[in-house]
């Protein structure tokens, strides 16, 4: 039987029977204590994935939330400033101080 490396099974399969004459040499005496270690270093591998994934997913909702905030805040602020714009009859210049140096720089980025 001719062992083919260069193909993924191929790899797979050599190393599989590699593995199967390497557990069936110590299979009576470490077998069970070595599947039981393997068990547990899976284990602990699957725990700490969910625990990484667990913490991506809670800062993940945790940016999102504070972006809702901003988001919020700035749609807040735009109905502040054209109710005032609305309430008095100002100058477009009284209108520019009102205006946030970013808006305007926003504003600016927009017409290019």
Same mark, same amino acid.
């Given at each position: +039987?001719?062992?083919?490396?260069?193909?993924?099974?191929?790899?797979?399969?050599?190393?599989?029977?590699?593995?199967?004459?390497?557990?069936?040499?110590?299979?009576?005496?470490?077998?069970?204590?070595? +599947?039981?270690?393997?068990?547990?270093?899976?284990? %602990?591998?699957?725990?700490?994935?969910?625990?990484?994934?667990?913490?991506?997913?809670?800062?993940?909702?945790?940016?999102?939330?504070?972006?809702?905030?901003?988001?919020?805040?700035?749609?807040?602020?735009?109905?502040?400033?054209? %109710?005032?714009?609305?309430?008095?009859?100002?100058?477009?210049?009284?209108?520019?101080?009102?205006?946030?140096?970013?808006?305007?720089? %926003?504003?600016?980025?927009?017409?290019?």
């Amino acid at each position: +039987m001719s062992i083919d490396l260069d193909t993924t099974e191929g790899r797979k399969q050599y190393l599989s029977d590699k593995l199967d004459d390497l557990l069936e040499g110590i299979n009576e005496s470490y077998g069970t204590v070595l +599947m039981g270690e393997l068990l547990n270093r899976l284990e %602990l591998t699957i725990r700490d994935f969910n625990d990484e994934m667990k913490n991506l997913c809670d800062q993940l909702v945790e940016k999102q939330e504070e972006r809702q905030q901003l988001l919020e805040m700035l749609k807040s602020r735009e109905e502040v400033t054209s %109710l005032k714009v609305k309430e008095k009859s100002t100058t477009s210049e009284e209108i520019e101080e009102t205006i946030p140096v970013w808006e305007k720089k %926003l504003a600016k980025l927009e017409k290019k």
